[in-house]
């Protein structure tokens, strides 16, 4: 037996011209900025979700699912152009900590790597692969943000992006070393 939650519906029909809410109430196109740059982010939370789907390695699939996490936060900011979510919502509290942990990892991963010497082509298995395409996605919502102008969003927001984008990296070299595919150099 299936139990639905009645109080709630997936369709609102609110959004059938073309247009979406933020969080402060206010209507916009969807094909607005603001509304682009989350969408990215939905979009590399979903590209990491195929890649935790595919690791064999809970501690890295754990990591993949804090990032998810985190960018529903960074999503919800985006979509907060008030902010008045983040001073009352501590789940989408996205800063300075959530960054530091990002260069943790970055610098345990790259502990176990060769040096780079050249550039590599992306790829290997599965979950390295996936990862390299969360990279690009991250690298392509981090540019969408900026292009929303200064101080359209907190600048941790920025920092973090650019630091994931680096773990990604990291972690696919990680993910195709640990399951023996070679780096193809350029």
């Not at 139990?3 to 059938?16: A, L």
């Not at 509304?35 to 982010?41: E, F, N, S």
Request: proline share 5%; charged share 25%; glycine share 10%.
């Amino acid at each position: 037996m299936r139990t639905y939650n009645r109080g709630v519906k997936i369709y609102t029909r609110t959004g059938d011209a073309g247009d979406t809410s933020l969080f402060d109430g206010t209507r916009v196109p969807k094909s607005n900025p603001r509304v682009d740059a989350y969408g990215d982010v939905d979009e590399l939370s979903a590209v990491v979700g195929v890649a935790r789907s595919a690791t064999d390695h809970p501690d890295i699939a754990a990591r993949l699912e804090i990032i998810q996490r985190d960018l529903f936060a960074l999503g919800s900011r985006l979509a907060d152009p008030s902010a008045r979510i983040a001073g009352r919502v501590t789940k989408v509290i996205l800063g300075a900590d959530e960054v530091k942990r990002l260069e943790d990892w970055i610098d345990e991963y790259e502990e176990r790597l060769p040096p780079l010497r050249r550039f590599i082509l992306p790829g290997g298995n599965g979950a390295g692969a996936m990862l390299h395409v969360a990279r690009t996605v991250c690298r392509r919502a981090e540019r969408r943000i900026v292009s929303l102008g200064p101080g359209a969003v907190d600048p941790l927001l920025l920092v973090y992006l650019n630091r994931l984008s680096d773990f990604l990296f990291v972690l696919a070299r990680a993910v195709n070393q640990g399951s023996g595919q070679p780096e193809v150099e350029w």
